[in-house]
C-alpha cells in the first residue's frame, strides 16, 4: 500500500505570493489533516478535512486554507505569504481521524524570501 | 497555552543503555497518547499508543507509561540503538478532535556507538 504522498518536495516562494501544496492519503483513508511544523513550535495542526468538510480548525489565518476532493485528496493553500510561513508543512492521514493513529506523509518545505 | 510539553530538549544516551523521554499534559479531555518518530527531512513516523484506560503499553523495545493523575507519561527504549536517533515527539488526543493531535516540542535523541 503506497504512504501518504505530498508534492512538492521543496518550495520557494516570495512575499506576498501564494501557494498550493498537494497530498494524496493512502487509499481507503478519508480523513486527511495538516499541520506545520517550525523549529520553534514545533508540529501545529492546521486543520483537518473528511469527505470533502472541513471539520476541525487549528489557531492559523485565513490566508490558510485547504479543501479536499471526492478522491480524497487534499490541498493546502497560502495565500499573502509571509517571511514566517517558512515551515515544513505535512499532510497525515488516517481511516476516520478519530482516535486513531495518523500516517504523515514526507512533507513540502516551503521557504519564503 | 502549550497542552503537552516535553521539557527536554535533547537527550543522549549510550548503546545498548535505557532512553527514557518524558511528556507532560494539561488537557484532562485527552485520552489517547501517541509517539512519533522523525528523521531529517522525513514526515514522522508512529510509533507506540496508549489508551487513558492503560497505564502501559509495550511493543518490542518500545514501552509507554502513562500516570494520568500526574499528567505525565513517557517513553522507555530498551536497549538504545544508534538507528533510534531522531526527534521523538508525545502527541495527546481529546477523542473529539478529528484528526488533531497536539504535540509537544519534541525531544532529540542521540544514542551514542
Known amino acids: 500500500k503506497a504512504g501518504v504522498t505530498q508534492t512538492p518536495r521543496y518550495l520557494i516562494k516570495t512575499r506576498g505570493q501564494q501557494v498550493t501544496l498537494s497530498c494524496s492519503p493512502i487509499?481507503?483513508?478519508?480523513?486527511v489533516s495538516w499541520y506545520q511544523q517550525t523549529p520553534g513550535q514545533g508540529l501545529q495542526f492546521l486543520f483537518e478535512?473528511?469527505?470533502?468538510?472541513?471539520?476541525n480548525k487549528g489557531n492559523f489565518p485565513g490566508r490558510f486554507s485547504g479543501r479536499q476532493f471526492s478522491n480524497s485528496r487534499s490541498e493546502m493553500n497560502v495565500s499573502t505569504l509571509e517571511l514566517g510561513d517558512s515551515a515544513l508543512y505535512l499532510c497525515?492521514?488516517?481511516?476516520?481521524?478519530?482516535?486513531?493513529?495518523?500516517?504523515f506523509g514526507s512533507g513540502t518545505q516551503l521557504s519564503v524570501l | 497555552d502549550q497542552q503537552v510539553k516535553q521539557n527536554s530538549p535533547s537527550l543522549s544516551v549510550q548503546e545498548g543503555r535505557i532512553s527514557i523521554l518524558n511528556c507532560d499534559y494539561t488537557?484532562?479531555?485527552?485520552?489517547?497518547f501517541l509517539w512519533y518518530k522523525k528523521y531529517p527531512a522525513e514526515g514522522p513516523t508512529f510509533l507506540i499508543s496508549?489508551?487513558?484506560?492503560?497505564d502501559k503499553n509495550e511493543d518490542g523495545r518500545f514501552t509507554v507509561f502513562l500516570n494520568k493523575s500526574a499528567k505525565h507519561l513517557s517513553l522507555h527504549i530498551v536497549p538504545s540503538q544508534p538507528g533510534d536517533s531522531a526527534v521523538y515527539f508525545c502527541?495527546?488526543?481529546?477523542?473529539?478532535?478529528?484528526?488533531?493531535?497536539?504535540f509537544g516540542q519534541g525531544t532529540i535523541l542521540t544514542v551514542h556507538p
Open positions: 497525515a492521514s488516517s481511516p476516520q481521524g478519530l482516535n486513531e493513529k495518523l500516517f
Open positions: 487509499s481507503g483513508h478519508r480523513s
Open positions: 478535512y473528511f469527505s470533502e468538510t472541513q471539520r
Open positions: 488537557n484532562s479531555m485527552f485520552d489517547y
Open positions: 496508549i489508551s487513558s484506560i492503560k
Open positions: 502527541g495527546g488526543d481529546g477523542g473529539t478532535s478529528y484528526g488533531k493531535l497536539t
